[in-house]
């Protein structure tokens, strides 16, 4: 086998491993030897159902018999039970709330089965509970060896890869060490130049292959996952070296304001700069000096006043003339992810320019308003499209504001200068080049996040921007007031909920899913969903409120209704799922309630928390977890002690398994990536690097194979979008 052979062609493959290895996105060698393991398990937790004890986390192998499904006497929840036979014994499993497993495992089979192992209270008889199981050709090799008791084997590491249905860990594993045999590896070219590797002491490519998928001991494997690690962050950052160098050769308006004049502008606010905003207008009024564009991203939690950093940076550039004009002013375009941020913010916008004799637009696909009217100097009015688009194409109209309406081909500007993306993880790549390609000057541009993310994660995939953070609220914010609640005092919660329901205030409730799940299809998991939370309460708990649903799955202008029914006050209790409407202003909705709180990051937990931090009344988070787990515990005790976001988000990814932090899904980036960003002194040398290939030859020709990958990257990324 070559690192390109099909799978499918070396490997008689059943109808379910086919679509396992689909769903695995493993088609050819190279995918498979690709496909990491995510742990190592040691065999000497291998054991025979005699030398089971009770507390341990087991494996055992053996089969299955007496396999039952019913409901349980009391409870009623489905319950399916089996007894799994070895030669020295037999135990007792047994499975709540998965009825469909027992359809999935025939009597007779051979299995391996890995769980804790517990003990009747009465009866001196073990069992395992919910254990994982999975069918298996025949016993391992190492497994008998520790059946008959030789132990000889017994501290080898064996490789638990991410399995799927039809796909088991277990067969990875052979699949793997069968195309290692093949030779296989000797096809393996190394990307990472071999000064680097060196220097990082790193293992070439083909040898960390072998030590990724078959260890000999642990520091092989180790060795073996950095390399791997940094080779990801690598070239995602050559990608990102490039990208910047790219957008920093192309030229952009100058804008000569002085910090004096953009502090005139400020001083009107009714507020006083933080800290932190001052020290933000001043790294973007540097870089406006500069005539090259800036890519900046403004990282701060929701509250700190991202706002008025983009209001005073908007005012230097509209104040501002273009080059060698003794009329007209340089424009501004400011893009939200919804209609309701976007008249949110032109309605700030007014306020902040009132004064001035700027004209401010909005655009979205309900409608176009300007403000100034004619008629009424101080209110916004209705205007025609194609009235819009002609004040914005001839420069009348400075500062555009706009959803998603505003990136289309038709909206011209005169002098777009100044691009500013709010809630910027709502947009991709492709939308952020539809805004500053709109002219051949390009315009500096601002991203704002509320996002909170490690340092590493942002160094890495926001590698072609210029960080700054806004990592100080403004005074007199009094935190959130956060509750862990136990399950038992769930009704005392609800108590306290409604007084200050009946005080006028509004409530969030927070759930981890949209829907039930389907028993029959998925792993049942128990958590609660938006739909039947909210019938729920509205038939046992707070039946006087009106209570409404909102999650990804509705239309957008019924999120919208919702949204404006809620700010409104005609809603009393909102429950929605995590995703929806991060940035919404509903200043009355003082409470928040958290379901589930062990299934989200304590970064995601802090933004939730952030949507009742709006009013001058004390805001009040509810975090329910249903797990009784100490680590849970010390997790969740961390969000009542953290000044921020960002620290959260960093103990996040010291705290969490690799496999729980969903990179993957949620930044693109691997687990094993993500075990890299652990480690600062590893991201930065992949960054230095990357940045010294690039400055000294964007075009990688003295590294052909670093080239080709980076055009196949630039490739792939024109496909997915
Ligand atoms: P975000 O960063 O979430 O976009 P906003 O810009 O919406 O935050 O600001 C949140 C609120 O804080 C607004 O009502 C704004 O007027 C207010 N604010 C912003 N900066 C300050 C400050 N320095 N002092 C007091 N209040 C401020
Ligand atoms: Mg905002």
Known sequence: MNLQSLIADHFRLTEAERK???????????????????????????????????????????RIAKLEARKAFRSKMALGTAELVDDTGKIKLIWFNQPYLAKMIPEGVLVRVEGKVSQKRKANEFYFSNPKIERVEKIPMSAEASLFGTESDAHHLHPVYPETRGVSSNWLFHAVQKIIKTGALDFVKDQIPADILKKYSLPSRKTALIWIHAPKKEGDARAARKRFAFEEVFLIQLQKQKEKKLWKSESAFAIEKTDAQIAKFTERFPFSLTRAQQRAIEAISTDFQKGTPMARLLEGDVGSGKTAVAAATAYAVVSSRPEGQSFGNLQVAYLCPTEILAKQQFENFISFFSHLPINIGLITSSGCRKFPSKVNPHGATDISRAQLLKWVGNGEIPVLVGTHSLIQKSVKFKHLAYAIIDEQHRFGVKQRKALVHKDKIVPHLLSMTATPIPRTLALTIFGDLDLTLLDEMPPGRKPVHTEIVLPNERDATYEK?????????????????????????????????????????????????????????????????????????????????????????????????????????????????????????????????????????????????????????????????????????????????????????????????????????????????????????????????
């Open 497 to 721: 909920i409604r007084r200050e329901l009946k005080n006028g205030r509004q409530c969030y409730i927070i759930t981890p899913r949209i829907d039930e799940p389907d028993p029959a299809k998925e792993f049942a998991v128990q958590a609660k969903s938006a739909k039947a939370e909210a019938k729920r309460l509205k038939e046992k708990v707070f039946q006087e409120y009106e209570i409404a649903v909102m999650h990804s799955k509705l239309k957008d202008s019924e999120k919208e209704s919702t949204m404006e029914d809620f700010k409104d006050g005609k809603i009393h209790i909102l429950v929605s799922t995590s995703v929806v409407e991060v940035g919404v202003n509903v200043p009355n909705a003082t409470l928040i309630i958290i379901e589930g709180a062990e299934r989200f990051g304590l970064a995601q937990l802090h933004q939730l928390r952030g949507r009742v931090l709006r009013s001058a009344h004390q805001a009040h988070c509810f975090v329910f977890t249903e797990s009784k787990g100490r680590a849970v515990a010390e997790r969740l005790v961390a969000l009542g002690k953290a000044k921020n976001g960002f620290e959260l988000a960093e103990y996040d990814l010291e705290q969490r398994g690799a496999g729980e932090l969903s990179g993957r899904e949620q930044w693109g980036v691997s687990d094993i990536a993500m075990e890299a960003l652990q480690n600062l002194k590893m991201v930065e040398a992949a960054r230095a690097e990357a940045a010294r290939l690039i400055s000294e030859d964007d075009t990688l020709s003295r590294y052909p194979l670093l080239a080709q990958h980076l055009a196949a990257r630039a490739e792939e990324k024109i496909h997915f979008e």
């Open 20 to 62: 396992g290895l689909k769903k695995l996105g493993i088609e050819t060698a190279e995918d498979m030897l690709s496909h990491f393991p995510s742990r190592y398990g040691s065999v000497s937790e291998m054991r025979t159902i005699a030398h089971l004890a009770q507390g341990e986390n087991s494996t055992v192998f053996g």
